[in-house]
């Protein structure tokens, strides 16, 4: 590892086509002080002969052919440069292929920067007279930063049954869910039981556009409408199943939906069509018989593949965006005493 006024500035080459995954890689390279040439396959091999870099960082992806060529082309021109691979998964044959190729380094997806920011070191060290200042911020990138364009991660209290797992989830070096897996609630309680906190799942991409900004931020258009933070929000959501309608606000037809849960700003819904986040809907439904939700509307923050229900496939959050603070309060009165019954039921269920 160099230090101080001895060292000098690496290259560092990077085939990735995910421009999240280059900026945060880029910031990690860049708070060692070396330089990183980002580029796409197609260009990989003029780019190592022009460069001629240091260390090879490379994203195995939905062309494994193609990128395994090139990969050994690579090996035999380059056969002492550092190598590391990057991937979200491989079959037990192509990880033998990729061994052959003798990397430095194999990172799954979504990356850990600290690993990524240790390996460097190893491979081609680090100015520690200044960079490492910065590296604690470096590695205070938000996770999401490393994550593909349709995985998000997400907290193991707002999972629901359906979501798909984007990567394998470990702990403590057991494996509790494959990647590819559709999630159950046994799946969300042993995830609970390990202590997990979140997990990566596929997604519409549209929703990592959203920063944490527009998420808590809070909107008054008029004295009716408002828009409750995300926190609030979740204090209370509890379960049902509830035949409703909905239709897009700029359509005048209504769909059929089911309502799964209900919270004091927000709906879960299932619709037999994928619902387009941001838009806006007019949701129809009763609670209880007294309680009407006549056409609230609401915005859709996420929409996901269901695959529990036979028909209605698609599960979709919806943020409330019409009710009155009266209409507000209310339902937090309504959704506590319905708490409160169920929790009653289920005690006398104990006790039988």
Request: glycine letters at 4%; proline letters at 3%; hydrophobic letters at 40%.
């Amino acid at each position: 590892m160099s230090t101080g006024e001895d060292f000098l500035a690496k290259k560092v080459l990077l085939i990735e086509s995910d421009k999240s995954i280059q900026d945060a890689i880029l910031d990690v390279v860049k708070g060692k002080g070396h330089e990183l040439i980002a580029g796409e396959i197609e260009h990989a091999i003029a780019l190592a002969a022009v460069e001629l870099p240091d260390l090879v960082m490379f994203a195995i992806g939905d062309f494994f052919d193609k990128e395994i060529n090139f990969l050994r082309d690579f090996r035999i021109i380059y056969p002492d440069i550092p190598l590391i691979i990057m991937t979200s998964s491989l079959t037990k044959e192509q990880i033998v292929e990729i061994a052959k190729l003798k990397p430095s380094d194999v990172l799954v997806k979504p990356l850990d920067l600290l690993r990524i920011s240790n390996r460097i070191d190893d491979l081609v060290g680090t100015d520690e007279k200044g960079p490492e200042v910065q590296l604690n911020e470096i590695l205070s990138v938000p996770k999401e930063k490393c994550l593909p364009d349709n995985v998000i991660m997400v907290n193991v209290n707002e999972l629901v049954p359906g979501h798909k797992v984007a990567s394998v989830v470990e702990r403590k070096g057991v494996i509790i869910i494959e990647k590819g897996t559709i999630l159950t609630k046994t799946h969300i309680e042993n995830l609970t039981n390990y202590g997990v906190e979140e997990i990566p799942i596929f997604c519409d991409p549209s929703l990592k556009t959203r920063t944490k900004k527009e998420d808590l931020k809070v909107e008054q258009k008029d004295k009716r409408i408002t828009v409750f933070k995300k926190k609030e929000r979740a204090s209370l959501r509890l379960p049902f199943f509830i035949n409703g309608k909905y239709r897009d606000v700029n359509q005048e037809k209504f769909d059929d939906c089911i309502i799964i849960d209900i919270s004091s700003g927000g709906v879960g819904i299932l619709t037999k069509e994928k619902l387009s986040v941001k838009n806006e809907i007019i949701i129809n439904f009763t609670l209880e018989e007294d309680f009407l939700f006549e056409n609230v509307k609401g915005e859709v923050r996420y929409s996901t593949y269901f695959k529990n229900d036979r028909f209605f496939n698609y599960r979709s959050g919806i943020l409330f965006k019409s009710i009155t603070k009266k209409f507000q309060e209310n339902l937090i009165s309504k959704l506590f005493e319905i708490q409160r019954r169920m929790i009653q039921q289920k005690n006398k269920r104990k006790l039988l």
